[in-house]
């Protein structure tokens, strides 16, 4: 599966941007799907994910009741709107998927999107 990560922008703290993953070649439904992110100077961490087997959702602590991740088989594409925007939320943002890994998105995801960038700041 190919993936292409859109969304990315400026933003002042507080506030929300909507990331978009659009993915061709094989249907998402049948993938876990997620979102990683990697800071300056900072190792990359799963931020969210959509298992596969069942369609449950997983977030990292750090974004917990500010992130949603959501997927639109229709479109083949999946979503992360972000809310509540912090600047430490600002990272290269990528979206990954895989059709036998589990969530969180981590080095083992074999498909990768080539980021979108987020900076949040005022």
């Known amino acids: 599966v190919q993936l292409q990560a859109s969304g990315g922008g400026l933003v002042q703290p507080g506030g929300s941007l909507t990331l978009s993953c659009a993915a061709s070649?094989?249907?998402?439904?049948?993938?876990?799907i997620g979102w990683a992110r990697q800071a300056p100077g900072k190792e990359r961490e799963g931020v969210s994910c959509?298992?596969?087997?069942?369609?449950?959702?997983q977030y990292a602590d750090s974004v917990k009741g500010r992130f949603t991740i959501s997927r639109d088989n229709a479109k083949n594409t999946v979503y992360l709107q972000m809310n509540s925007l912090k600047p430490e939320d600002t990272a290269v943002y990528y979206c990954?998927?895989?059709?036998?890994?589990?969530?969180?998105?981590?080095?083992?995801?074999?498909?990768w999107g080539q980021g979108t960038l987020v900076t949040v700041s005022s």
């Open positions: 959509i298992r596969s087997r069942d369609s449950g959702k």
């Open positions: 070649g094989s249907t998402l439904d049948t993938y876990s």
């Open positions: 990954a998927a895989d059709p036998w890994a589990t969530c969180p998105v981590e080095d083992d995801f074999g498909s």
